[in-house]
């Protein structure tokens, strides 16, 4: 450490300010010193402004999206810009003005015409993510003079997710935002008239949607005018740049946080250099985008921090005679902006590197994040999958250092980086800037990136590659070469050999063989290197270079410099990913009843939740001696607990109290169905991630310090890491083997089958990544008399029951309330009451507010996924395709307890045949024991899984005999009447109806021959087609949990408050159930009003799932609705009333009872398992889904271009929602099969501590993001069939819909069989989903791959 009392000097001396101010939403704050360990997120929800959401807290997720505007002193500008408030210091942003959700509309105000178009177009479903959509676009639309383009709002809302509406309606609601008709403003746009092509008004391009520029749905979005939301302005609503702020001279800070932290904002270099002097180990920050995940997630800690952003001398971007020199702390998107320039103005022989540089910080993480995160941040950071060092690399750049005396030394970039995040700079030092140089003519240089997701994604491999060319005699002689590679080693490295080796040479086909081999030795990834799949990444530094290889060749035949071009085919490899914007249509007809029922009437919470004021369980305000809990949590996979010391944890700062099983005053063993579950583990941990303890403390931090702090003492066990091995060692759970019988399966198998295949199929699991986490707040009355919650479930009355359960209290003195929860997709219902459990206990010792929120990664290394399966299957049929046996049999991995594993295996076993007609069936189940957190249920319960096995024998079927899948499927669908392998009669088929209507709608026969046509015309870029059909059975298994109550309250005001057991997680079951009341009593659907679920007002709810709870609990508010309506019938009778509202007051004063208790049961429903027989499913729901979707063989990156659905969904309730719940459902099945790949530390990844989950948060786990929906995105319900089962005819939607993503993995490897073709590869092979790049690339079998893996090369999944 320095001399302390220089610095004093410095700071009294130079006016080192501790005056920190901020405003926010118009209101200016004083920024005390002490805050600056806080974030700007947790300081706004700290001040009560709890719209912005925290998702992630990692900047991968984008729910925390605030704006931030500041004066640019030298641009004489202001600055609008959308940041990451979860990553952005708090006196990171002193001196700005942050505008929130609550900042730009609210119902009072009147809502900001962003906010009234989302609200308007069903862009939000549970909410969560909205504000941070709308604070997005709010963005957008501020920071730019002229309206955006449609592309441009895509682009923008990249670092956003949304896991409930599949992005189509956000899209579409901020599409109106969008240029119009003057916006004829692309090149491409004259080319396209000139042949007849219409143009899309918005886009400037050719129509995607195909229709007329008349008819185009685009045309009719007109931008909402200010005065129409109500009267007023935009430039009255809009808060203005602060005056001060424009006045206010920028001071240098001088503050402090928690643990001594010091915080420095110098204005000068001087002074950041002599803050080095006196603190060399401090450390620079400028986006805080690597510094704050470290200090988060890394345990990194800093006492000194100096921030950086607003020195002069860091922040210079020079554009001179030898090239642009970039400092240090130049901001992405100000790099972008500077480098489109030079660009568009300099010579194009000039230009290269900026152009790749360009083109590759758009594929560099999220807007808000590239708003912030600078150049030397990235460089200084060194990390081995930087996007940016390749190209400093390759381009020759040089890297200009300053030590605290003043002296500057210039490095080359392709000498900078020394190690793993080690570069050449010393502790004295600091980067000054960048220089980058002109390119020459003849030299050519292309970035490369390939990463798992392509949006908003860390590189798997990424690349910058030079060449620099130059003719002797006839011949183009290599003079200079860099092919440097990140992705493949500790460090971004350049490939020396093979640039030796190209140094000199003739550029022709020749060279391009024989440099191959070359590379392949150059670049060494061991097997278990970290990250893992050695066999994709180094096939891809081979790809890369052919596709450069391929680039410059063309690059120089464009200009007429080689006489050979490349063959047309070829061109492919380097024809780049350009994305117009989505297109989707949506076609239903209007089955009215009453006054509500089946209009697409918004979702009622949907106003308060594009302003912020919707509340979720950590919205809730608490007393001011609330405390928070973390978990202490096993780090072993199984182990015997030998310690446990908490004496250091009980010293942290803040902490209150610490419970473990010896604490638990009722029964530590809990459970859904079977209680094999502890509640704190006692003696022995069965999985990483197993809660032992709670500690309370004041803040949500101290109590994760505390946490920490508790050492544990483990005897390692054995441990089961997969399906396969706790099937070759006979661990399962008990009383879980299942078996169904149909015929005789041996029988057929011998006597009438032409052909018998034999086969396995993997399936992998998946994450929830409900966008908010599990959160619940308890508290104790009556000094423990009674526990009350809030709490984020599916099934609050699981909460009570568990709750109770570990308090030893009756169920009539535990209370939950849910009022709405931020998605849960089956990851609330049974795990979510653990949590709260584990609070109640702290709550009940310490007689006090107790709130538990977890961490993003906590929560998913905690709650347990989707279950992963293992099917193997013997198919018997003839020669025509039919079907005519199957014996299957089926595991799933139910991790360490049983929890929801075997209804879950139940429900694939019952799909386990789709569709189709089998009259020979066996199949056997059993649940996986393995030390894992305990799997649940997810959307779809078991049954993707098991349907997802079957349209795998389906595709093998018609490989051995040479037809279409289509071909299969249709002939072995079910007809009406038939006996399902388990017993049941199928009523009420509509599966031909539907796929009839789809082959239409989807012209497949066409779309096939168009994808041939192009596949024979593009050897590297390939397309695929796929029809895939679904039938989902509707009811919970399980039949006493088909039961539902209701409460139903008129008031003499005439409004109506409903309660009833489901909950509203988005999916819009509140807004269905009031449009049911609503008819029922033939008034507005306003007059309705649904507060809360609430274990006291209806009791023994079965959890909110199945998909049954609109049929369920409108069916049961409806009774209730008619009980009423039967007691106010005389009352009616006798005198005719002008309104609702006075029948209600006139029924009150003859003392009629204006409240009713409903109920349902779901009839004729019951399996009986010992017999293998009975009716399991009220009615199936069907539907079927068309996808076409282009691979880049080279890379195994993909993009759908066409998704197309019809499901039947009888008269629906809410044709909006449900379409809502169709494209939602879509997307998120798009990512458990093409995206989301959870990897966990087993046999086949060893670079992750065994039992571990690697993929725990946005950054290495990735759901699709707007970027990855279908170009073209239908979706149409099938007209005139209404559902003689169900409420109003109408047909539940939630589940059935997720598996007909299956259809874009089908495309993926009808377009990988294209690719394997012109390798003469023909046989069948599998390919697991999800079918991520890598295994894409590695399917694509070609010369390149086969340096690396054989032809049967399976990439490894954890299952
Ligand atoms: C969600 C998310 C997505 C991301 N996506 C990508 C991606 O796609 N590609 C990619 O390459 N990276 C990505 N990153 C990493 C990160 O954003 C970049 O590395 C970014 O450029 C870092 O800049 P910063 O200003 O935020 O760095 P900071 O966190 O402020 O600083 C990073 C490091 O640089 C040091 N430093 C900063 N300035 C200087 C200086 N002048 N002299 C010496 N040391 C200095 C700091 O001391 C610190 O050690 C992502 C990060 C996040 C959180
Ligand atoms: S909470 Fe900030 S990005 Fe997720
Ligand atoms: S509405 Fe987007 S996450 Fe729920």
């Given at each position: 450490m320095g001399s302390l009392t220089k610095m004093e000097e410095l700071v009294v001396g130079e006016g080192w300010s501790k005056e920190a101010i901020l405003y926010v939403n118009g209101v200016r704050r004083v920024l005390p010193d002490g805050l600056a360990h806080l974030t700007l997120l947790q300081y706004l929800r700290d001040i009560g402004l709890t719209g912005t959401k925290l998702g992630c807290g990692e900047g991968g997720c984008g729910a925390c999206t605030v704006m931030a505007s500041c004066y640019d002193q030298h641009m004489k500008k202001t600055m609008h810009f959308a940041i990451n408030a979860c990553l952005a210091p708090l006196y990171s942003v002193e001196g700005m003005h942050i505008i929130t959700?609550?900042?730009?509309?609210?119902r009072q105000r009147g809502l900001h015409p962003i906010q009234e178009s989302l609200a308007q177009a069903h862009g939000?479903?549970?909410?969560?993510?909205t504000p941070g959509f709308i604070m997005s676009m709010y963005a957008l639309l501020r920071s730019n003079k002229q309206p955006p383009t449609e592309e441009q709002i895509e682009e923008n809302l990249a670092g956003n997710l949304c896991r409930c509406t599949g992005y189509r309606p956000i899209i579409d609601a901020f599409r109106v935002f969008a240029k119009t008709d003057?916006?004829?403003?692309?090149?491409s746009t004259s080319a396209s008239s000139s042949t007849n092509q219409t143009i899309c008004p918005s886009t400037g391009k050719p129509c995607l949607c195909g229709s007329s520029s008349e008819a185009c749905g685009r045309k009719q979005h007109r931008p909402i005018s200010y005065s129409e939301t109500d009267g007023s302005s935009y430039n009255e609503k809009e808060l203005i740049f602060p005056p001060e702020l424009l006045l206010r001279k920028i001071m240098p800070l001088s503050l402090h946080g928690f643990g001594g932290l010091k915080w420095y904002r110098p204005l000068r270099l001087q002074h950041v250099l002599y803050l080095k002097s006196c603190y060399p180990e401090a450390k620079l920050v400028v986006g805080n985008t690597e510094v704050g995940i470290e200090t988060k997630f890394k345990n990194a800690q800093y006492q000194v921090l100096i921030c950086v952003t607003h020195v002069v001398e860091l922040n210079a971007l020079n554009v001179g005679e030898d090239g642009i020199e970039i400092g240090a702390s130049v901001r992405l998107t100000q790099l972008q902006q500077v480098l489109q320039k030079v660009v568009a103005e300099r010579d194009s022989h000039e230009i290269s590197s900026c152009k790749a540089i360009l083109e590759q910080l758009k594929w560099f993480a999220g807007k808000q994040i590239r708003n912030v995160a600078s150049v030397g941040g990235n460089v200084c950071t060194a990390s081995p999958i930087s996007d940016l060092n390749p190209l400093w690399m390759a381009s020759n750049a040089k890297f200009r250092l300053i030590d605290c005396e003043g002296n500057i030394r210039t490095v080359f970039a392709k000498d900078f980086f020394l190690g793993y995040r080690k570069v050449d700079i010393r502790h004295d030092e600091i980067l000054l800037s960048i220089l980058l140089p002109w390119t020459r003519p003849f030299e050519f240089v292309k970035e490369f990136k390939q990463a798992h997701r392509r949006e908003d994604d860390i590189a798997l491999v990424n690349a910058g590659m030079r060449a620099y060319i130059r003719a002797e005699n006839e011949d183009w002689i290599i003079a200079d070469v860099s092919i440097v590679y990140g992705g493949v080693a500790a460090l971004s490295l350049s490939s020396s050999r093979t640039e030796k080796y190209l140094m000199g040479k003739k550029w022709d086909k020749k060279l391009l063989e024989d440099v191959l081999n070359v590379l392949k030795e150059d670049i060494n990834i061991p097997e278990n290197a970290p990250g893992g799949m050695a066999e994709f990444r180094k096939s891809l530094t081979l790809s890369f270079f052919f596709k450069f290889f391929m680039w410059v060749t063309h690059e120089m035949n464009v200009e007429g410099h080689f006489k050979e071009g490349l063959h047309a085919t070829q061109l492919s490899a380097i024809q780049p990913y350009s994305r117009p914007s989505s297109f989707g249509s949506q076609s239903y007809e209007l089955a009215r009843h009453g006054t509500a029922v089946g209009l697409p009437m918004i979702h009622l919470s949907s106003k308060l939740q594009v302003t912020g004021e919707a509340e979720y369980t950590d919205d809730t305000p608490t007393s001011q001696n609330t405390l928070h809990a973390a978990l202490i949590l096993s780090r072993r996979a199984h182990a015997r607990i030998l310690s446990i010391d908490d004496s250091r944890a009980k010293s942290s700062p803040g902490f209150s109290g610490l419970f473990l099983a010896k604490d638990v005053p009722g029964s530590n063993k809990l459970g859904p169905v079977v209680h094999d579950e502890e509640l704190f583990a006692s003696e022995v941990v069965t999985c990483v991630g197993q809660v032992i303890g709670i500690v309370v403390a004041d803040t949500h931090e101290n109590a994760k310090a505390a946490a920490s702090n508790v050492e544990i003492k483990y005897e390692d066990l054995p441990a089961i890491l997969s399906i396969r091995e706790a099937v070759d060692s006979g661990s399962f759970h008990p009383n879980t083997a299942r078996s169904l019988v149909k015929g005789d399966v041996e029988w057929c198998f011998k006597s009438s089958c032409d052909k018998i295949i034999e086969g396995e199929v993997q399936v992998g699991g998946q994450e929830h990544f409900y966008l908010e986490p599990q959160s619940s707040l308890v508290w104790t009355v009556d000094a423990g008399n009674e526990v009350h919650m809030i709490s984020s479930t599916q099934a609050p009355q699981k909460n009570q029951e568990y709750a109770a359960n570990v308090l030893d209290l009756?169920?009539?003195?535990v209370v939950c309330k849910t009022k709405r929860i931020g998605g849960g997709f089956g990851g609330k219902e049974t795990r979510a009451s653990f949590f709260a459990a584990a609070a109640s206990v702290a709550s009940y010792h310490l007689r006090t507010a107790v709130k538990i929120t977890l961490d993003r990664d906590v929560d998913m290394m905690t709650t347990g996924q989707r279950h992963s399966f293992l099917g193997k299957y013997k198919v018997g049929f003839t020669n025509e395709g039919k079907v005519m046996g199957l014996d299957l049999e089926i595991y799933n991995n139910g991790g360490n307890s049983l929890d929801l594993s075997v209804s879950v295996l139940e429900r694939a076993m019952f799909t386990s045949e789709n569709v189709y007609d089998i009259p020979h069936v066996k199949i056997r189940g059993q649940v996986c024991f393995t030390n894992f957190p305990s799997n649940t249920a997810f959307r779809g319960f078991g049954g993707p899984q098991g349907m997802l096995i079957a349209e795998n024998w389906i595709q093998y079927i018609a490989s051995e005999l040479q037809k279409s899948p289509e071909e299969i499927r249709e002939l072995n669908f079910h007809n009406e009447g038939m006996v399902l392998h388990y017993g049941q009669v199928l009523e009420n088929c509509t599966i031909r109806q539907v796929w009839d209507e789809l082959k239409i709608s989807c012209d497949f026969q066409n779309a096939r021959e168009a994808v041939s046509s192009f596949n024979c015309q593009n050897r590297w870029r390939k397309r695929g087609v796929a029809m895939v059909p679904t039938k989902f059975g509707i009811s919970f298994t399980a039949k006493h949990m088909n039961q539902a109550g209701a409460l139903v309250q008129v008031y003499i005001d005439g409004t109506v408050l409903v309660t009833h057991g489901g909950v509203e997680m988005g999916q819009g079951l509140h807004t269905k159930v009031a449009q049911i009341a609503a008819s029922s009593f033939n008034i507005p659907l306003s007059s309705v009003f649904i507060s809360e679920t609430s274990t006291d007002k209806v009791p023994n709810a079965s959890p909110?799932?199945?998909?049954?709870s609109s049929d369920m609990y409108g069916a049961a508010v409806l009774d209730a609705c008619e009980q009423i309506k039967a007691r106010m019938e005389p009352i009616a009778c006798r005198q005719k009333h002008s309104s609702f509202a006075q029948l209600a007051r006139a029924c009150h004063m003859e003392r009629i009872d204006l409240s009713a208790h409903g109920f349902y049961i779901t009839p004729n429903i019951g399996f009986d398992w010992k017999l293998g027989k009975g009716a399991p499913f009220s009615y199936y729901t069907y539907g079927a889904a068309f996808a076409e979707v282009e691979i880049d063989a080279l890379t195994g990156d993909f993009y759908t271009r066409t998704a197309d659905i019809v499901m039947d969904l009888g008269y629906s309730l809410n044709p909006a929602i449900d379409v809502g719940q169709i494209e939602g459902a879509f997307i998120q099945g798009l990512g458990w099969v093409a995206l989301e790949e959870l990897k966990w530390g087993d046999a086949h990844h060893k670079w992750i501590r065994p039992g571990n989950l690697f993929t725990c948060g946005p950054g290495t786990y990735k759901i699709p993001s707007v970027n990855d929906i279908p170009l073209k995105f239908k979706v149409s319900l099938l007209k005139g069939a209404p559902n003689p089962k169900a409420i109003h005819s109408s047909k539940a939607v939630g589940e059935p819909p997720f598996f007909l993503a299956s259809a874009v993995l089908f495309a993926i490897k009808d377009a990988i069989i294209a690719a394997r073709a012109e390798e003469g590869l023909n046989e069948w092979f599998p390919l697991d989903n999800p079918a991520t790049p890598e295994r894409i690339r590695m399917a694509c079998v070609d010369s390149f791959t086969k340096h690396f893996a054989s032809p049967n090369y399976r990439p490894k999944l954890s299952v």
């Amino acid at each position: 450490m320095g001399s302390l009392t220089k610095m004093e000097e410095l700071v009294v001396g130079e006016g080192w300010s501790k005056e920190a101010i901020l405003y926010v939403n118009g209101v200016r704050r004083v920024l005390p010193d002490g805050l600056a360990h806080l974030t700007l997120l947790q300081y706004l929800r700290d001040i009560g402004l709890t719209g912005t959401k925290l998702g992630c807290g990692e900047g991968g997720c984008g729910a925390c999206t605030v704006m931030a505007s500041c004066y640019d002193q030298h641009m004489k500008k202001t600055m609008h810009f959308a940041i990451n408030a979860c990553l952005a210091p708090l006196y990171s942003v002193e001196g700005m003005h942050i505008i929130t959700v609550e900042g730009i509309g609210n119902r009072q105000r009147g809502l900001h015409p962003i906010q009234e178009s989302l609200a308007q177009a069903h862009g939000s479903q549970c909410g969560f993510c909205t504000p941070g959509f709308i604070m997005s676009m709010y963005a957008l639309l501020r920071s730019n003079k002229q309206p955006p383009t449609e592309e441009q709002i895509e682009e923008n809302l990249a670092g956003n997710l949304c896991r409930c509406t599949g992005y189509r309606p956000i899209i579409d609601a901020f599409r109106v935002f969008a240029k119009t008709d003057d916006s004829l403003y692309t090149n491409s746009t004259s080319a396209s008239s000139s042949t007849n092509q219409t143009i899309c008004p918005s886009t400037g391009k050719p129509c995607l949607c195909g229709s007329s520029s008349e008819a185009c749905g685009r045309k009719q979005h007109r931008p909402i005018s200010y005065s129409e939301t109500d009267g007023s302005s935009y430039n009255e609503k809009e808060l203005i740049f602060p005056p001060e702020l424009l006045l206010r001279k920028i001071m240098p800070l001088s503050l402090h946080g928690f643990g001594g932290l010091k915080w420095y904002r110098p204005l000068r270099l001087q002074h950041v250099l002599y803050l080095k002097s006196c603190y060399p180990e401090a450390k620079l920050v400028v986006g805080n985008t690597e510094v704050g995940i470290e200090t988060k997630f890394k345990n990194a800690q800093y006492q000194v921090l100096i921030c950086v952003t607003h020195v002069v001398e860091l922040n210079a971007l020079n554009v001179g005679e030898d090239g642009i020199e970039i400092g240090a702390s130049v901001r992405l998107t100000q790099l972008q902006q500077v480098l489109q320039k030079v660009v568009a103005e300099r010579d194009s022989h000039e230009i290269s590197s900026c152009k790749a540089i360009l083109e590759q910080l758009k594929w560099f993480a999220g807007k808000q994040i590239r708003n912030v995160a600078s150049v030397g941040g990235n460089v200084c950071t060194a990390s081995p999958i930087s996007d940016l060092n390749p190209l400093w690399m390759a381009s020759n750049a040089k890297f200009r250092l300053i030590d605290c005396e003043g002296n500057i030394r210039t490095v080359f970039a392709k000498d900078f980086f020394l190690g793993y995040r080690k570069v050449d700079i010393r502790h004295d030092e600091i980067l000054l800037s960048i220089l980058l140089p002109w390119t020459r003519p003849f030299e050519f240089v292309k970035e490369f990136k390939q990463a798992h997701r392509r949006e908003d994604d860390i590189a798997l491999v990424n690349a910058g590659m030079r060449a620099y060319i130059r003719a002797e005699n006839e011949d183009w002689i290599i003079a200079d070469v860099s092919i440097v590679y990140g992705g493949v080693a500790a460090l971004s490295l350049s490939s020396s050999r093979t640039e030796k080796y190209l140094m000199g040479k003739k550029w022709d086909k020749k060279l391009l063989e024989d440099v191959l081999n070359v590379l392949k030795e150059d670049i060494n990834i061991p097997e278990n290197a970290p990250g893992g799949m050695a066999e994709f990444r180094k096939s891809l530094t081979l790809s890369f270079f052919f596709k450069f290889f391929m680039w410059v060749t063309h690059e120089m035949n464009v200009e007429g410099h080689f006489k050979e071009g490349l063959h047309a085919t070829q061109l492919s490899a380097i024809q780049p990913y350009s994305r117009p914007s989505s297109f989707g249509s949506q076609s239903y007809e209007l089955a009215r009843h009453g006054t509500a029922v089946g209009l697409p009437m918004i979702h009622l919470s949907s106003k308060l939740q594009v302003t912020g004021e919707a509340e979720y369980t950590d919205d809730t305000p608490t007393s001011q001696n609330t405390l928070h809990a973390a978990l202490i949590l096993s780090r072993r996979a199984h182990a015997r607990i030998l310690s446990i010391d908490d004496s250091r944890a009980k010293s942290s700062p803040g902490f209150s109290g610490l419970f473990l099983a010896k604490d638990v005053p009722g029964s530590n063993k809990l459970g859904p169905v079977v209680h094999d579950e502890e509640l704190f583990a006692s003696e022995v941990v069965t999985c990483v991630g197993q809660v032992i303890g709670i500690v309370v403390a004041d803040t949500h931090e101290n109590a994760k310090a505390a946490a920490s702090n508790v050492e544990i003492k483990y005897e390692d066990l054995p441990a089961i890491l997969s399906i396969r091995e706790a099937v070759d060692s006979g661990s399962f759970h008990p009383n879980t083997a299942r078996s169904l019988v149909k015929g005789d399966v041996e029988w057929c198998f011998k006597s009438s089958c032409d052909k018998i295949i034999e086969g396995e199929v993997q399936v992998g699991g998946q994450e929830h990544f409900y966008l908010e986490p599990q959160s619940s707040l308890v508290w104790t009355v009556d000094a423990g008399n009674e526990v009350h919650m809030i709490s984020s479930t599916q099934a609050p009355q699981k909460n009570q029951e568990y709750a109770a359960n570990v308090l030893d209290l009756p169920l009539s003195k535990v209370v939950c309330k849910t009022k709405r929860i931020g998605g849960g997709f089956g990851g609330k219902e049974t795990r979510a009451s653990f949590f709260a459990a584990a609070a109640s206990v702290a709550s009940y010792h310490l007689r006090t507010a107790v709130k538990i929120t977890l961490d993003r990664d906590v929560d998913m290394m905690t709650t347990g996924q989707r279950h992963s399966f293992l099917g193997k299957y013997k198919v018997g049929f003839t020669n025509e395709g039919k079907v005519m046996g199957l014996d299957l049999e089926i595991y799933n991995n139910g991790g360490n307890s049983l929890d929801l594993s075997v209804s879950v295996l139940e429900r694939a076993m019952f799909t386990s045949e789709n569709v189709y007609d089998i009259p020979h069936v066996k199949i056997r189940g059993q649940v996986c024991f393995t030390n894992f957190p305990s799997n649940t249920a997810f959307r779809g319960f078991g049954g993707p899984q098991g349907m997802l096995i079957a349209e795998n024998w389906i595709q093998y079927i018609a490989s051995e005999l040479q037809k279409s899948p289509e071909e299969i499927r249709e002939l072995n669908f079910h007809n009406e009447g038939m006996v399902l392998h388990y017993g049941q009669v199928l009523e009420n088929c509509t599966i031909r109806q539907v796929w009839d209507e789809l082959k239409i709608s989807c012209d497949f026969q066409n779309a096939r021959e168009a994808v041939s046509s192009f596949n024979c015309q593009n050897r590297w870029r390939k397309r695929g087609v796929a029809m895939v059909p679904t039938k989902f059975g509707i009811s919970f298994t399980a039949k006493h949990m088909n039961q539902a109550g209701a409460l139903v309250q008129v008031y003499i005001d005439g409004t109506v408050l409903v309660t009833h057991g489901g909950v509203e997680m988005g999916q819009g079951l509140h807004t269905k159930v009031a449009q049911i009341a609503a008819s029922s009593f033939n008034i507005p659907l306003s007059s309705v009003f649904i507060s809360e679920t609430s274990t006291d007002k209806v009791p023994n709810a079965s959890p909110t799932a199945a998909s049954a709870s609109s049929d369920m609990y409108g069916a049961a508010v409806l009774d209730a609705c008619e009980q009423i309506k039967a007691r106010m019938e005389p009352i009616a009778c006798r005198q005719k009333h002008s309104s609702f509202a006075q029948l209600a007051r006139a029924c009150h004063m003859e003392r009629i009872d204006l409240s009713a208790h409903g109920f349902y049961i779901t009839p004729n429903i019951g399996f009986d398992w010992k017999l293998g027989k009975g009716a399991p499913f009220s009615y199936y729901t069907y539907g079927a889904a068309f996808a076409e979707v282009e691979i880049d063989a080279l890379t195994g990156d993909f993009y759908t271009r066409t998704a197309d659905i019809v499901m039947d969904l009888g008269y629906s309730l809410n044709p909006a929602i449900d379409v809502g719940q169709i494209e939602g459902a879509f997307i998120q099945g798009l990512g458990w099969v093409a995206l989301e790949e959870l990897k966990w530390g087993d046999a086949h990844h060893k670079w992750i501590r065994p039992g571990n989950l690697f993929t725990c948060g946005p950054g290495t786990y990735k759901i699709p993001s707007v970027n990855d929906i279908p170009l073209k995105f239908k979706v149409s319900l099938l007209k005139g069939a209404p559902n003689p089962k169900a409420i109003h005819s109408s047909k539940a939607v939630g589940e059935p819909p997720f598996f007909l993503a299956s259809a874009v993995l089908f495309a993926i490897k009808d377009a990988i069989i294209a690719a394997r073709a012109e390798e003469g590869l023909n046989e069948w092979f599998p390919l697991d989903n999800p079918a991520t790049p890598e295994r894409i690339r590695m399917a694509c079998v070609d010369s390149f791959t086969k340096h690396f893996a054989s032809p049967n090369y399976r990439p490894k999944l954890s299952v």
